[in-house]
């Protein structure tokens, strides 16, 4: 027999705290204390429906691989829910969601969407803030950030001229993989906070082009329900941040070969996520006072979203740990967030397949260097040491036009991974959103393949590229209307009480 509203309502305490997750009750006392996220987030909802809170930041299976079975009290009659329930829900929508939807409803149209930043200037008016704040957020000042993209404006083309471009083949092989465009999409976590749907939507789109998709570890959707979505031989990789219980984390990488993963992309640069200061500030997924990210942490309570769900990640992950990863699995094994040439050269050493040069999207350490520059000097190094072909290099960050793909592989990438681009077109238009961006993608690199004089990738080279100024960080290039017309700066906390309006400080 289903529980009644006022059955669950009775348990709204640190006591005895009840939730309601899609149509069924959970007893989550004795969980309090051990959340990542801290008791509070989850007392907001006590003896509620807690549905739309949890959906975006946890998949489907979460409580029933995490909750024991004798907490799971039973279905719930939604009707007898109390109507207070949804009085507090209309008064946390607020001016601000009655704001943003209107502007939903008169979005541009979807073809108006001309490049990738054309997909973050709409999701920028469409998402919530503190969606916004989790997506757009990267480390203090936000600089590595900013630079992963200008980096790109500091190589310069050598076109060639007079070669036959009438057919130009944009296909390429990624870890024995063939594709039709030499990107991926990269792992980015919470996708559901973008569109309901989540990661599969991304997993659609990827098939319509015959693009690899990366699998996040912190998805929205579970790995199972982002496998299952894809279609025919459709290639998945799996992006891994290493628990620092060894067995779980066999038992997810061995479970993602086991479902068809023909690579893993263990993340090697983050022994602890950096500070975001746009997320914490909309502290995501957390009332006023914030979040406790730690179990039995009472400090740094504002630290937004991205730490309150990642606090089983390992800091003490080190290279000793790289044979056992090659010794569980026969897929592919490659360190996403390499940051420079002596640890490709240690990649290489340990017998890794592959390195993905990553500052984490500018998330992590502040001030580190583009993807684009360490792969510029890289390369040079590998070569005149004949080790070029001993690994496969990837390259992500800042990537937003086809001409940055080009000088990355004219650099010596094997390709290059794309990651919050998909995440606004996702949050904009959904899956015609993703298939536009990547399709429009295709005909900027078709069209430049042809204007830098060459048919197919493997033409690409380093001499058609100057890449001398990549290193020049203060050199000064030509202003980038578009990026700066996206960028969310940061901002300082606001004035409170009657003198905030007229504040401007």
């Not at 500091?154 to 060639?160: A, C, G, K, N, V």
């Not at 009332?287 to 800091?315: H, K, L, Y």
Request: net charge negative; charged share 25%.
């Amino acid at each position: 027999m289903a529980l009644k509203g006022s059955d669950v309502a009775q348990h709204a305490s640190a006591e005895s705290c009840w939730v309601i997750v899609h149509g069924k009750a959970y007893d989550v006392t004795d969980f309090l204390p051990e959340h990542p996220g801290g008791p509070k987030i989850i007392l907001k909802y006590a003896g509620k429906d807690a549905t739309a809170e949890f959906d975006p930041i946890h998949p489907s299976d979460t409580l029933d691989k995490y909750l024991d079975k004798t907490k799971h009290l039973g279905p719930v009659d939604m009707a007898t829910l109390a109507k207070q329930q949804q009085q507090d829900n209309d008064e946390d929508e607020g001016a601000e969601e009655v704001a943003r939807r209107e502007r939903l409803e008169h979005k541009p149209l979807l073809a108006q969407c001309y490049n990738l930043f054309d997909f973050e200037a709409v999701a920028r008016r469409l998402m919530k803030k503190t969606a916004w704040g989790y997506y757009s957020s990267a480390a203090d000042d936000e600089i590595t950030m900013r630079e992963n993209h200008s980096a790109y404006h500091r190589i310069w083309f050598r076109p060639q001229i007079l070669v036959n471009v009438e057919h130009v083949d944009l296909s390429t092989t990624m870890l024995g993989t063939p594709c039709s465009i030499p990107f991926y999409v990269t792992a980015t976590a919470l996708g559901k906070l973008g569109h309901p749907e989540g990661e599969v939507v991304l997993t659609r789109a990827a098939k319509t082009h015959n693009v690899i998709q990366m699998i996040p570890t912190l998805a929205s959707c579970s790995f199972d329900e982002i496998v299952d979505a894809r279609a025919g031989d459709q290639v998945q990789w799996l992006q891994l941040y290493v628990n620092k219980d060894r067995a779980i984390t066999q038992r997810i990488v061995q479970h993602a070969e086991k479902r068809g993963c023909r690579g893993l992309f263990i993340t090697v640069d983050a022994p602890q996520l950096g500070r975001r200061e746009k997320d914490m500030r909309t502290k995501s997924f957390a009332e006023d006072e914030g979040s406790n990210v730690q179990s039995g942490q009472n400090t740094d309570r504002t630290q937004g979203a991205a730490r309150a769900i990642s606090s089983f990640i390992d800091p003490s992950l080190s290279w000793a740990d790289i044979p056992w990863f090659k010794s569980i699995t026969a897929m592919p094994v490659i360190l996403k967030g390499v940051q420079r040439v002596e640890d490709v050269l240690r990649a290489i050493d340990v017998g890794v397949d592959g390195v993905v040069l990553s500052n984490h999207g500018g998330r992590q350490l502040d001030t580190a260097r583009s993807g684009i520059e360490i792969l510029a000097e890289t390369m040079p190094v590998l070569r005149a040491r004949g080790l070029q072909d001993r690994l496969e290099i990837f390259v992500d960050g800042g990537v937003r036009r086809a001409t940055d793909i080009i000088k990355a592989l004219c650099l010596g990438a094997t390709g290059v991974g794309i990651g919050r681009p998909f995440l606004y077109a996702m949050s904009a238009y959904g899956q015609d959103g993703v298939e536009r961006a990547m399709q429009l993608l295709k005909e900027e690199m078709e069209m430049n393949m042809r204007l830098i004089g060459c048919a197919r990738v493997s033409d690409l080279n380093p001499s058609l590229v100057d890449a001398k100024g990549v290193f020049a960080h203060s050199n000064p290039t030509p202003g980038d209307a578009l990026s700066h017309s996206v960028y969310d700066p940061l901002v300082v906390p606001p004035q409170r009480g009657p003198l905030a309006a007229k504040s401007r400080l």
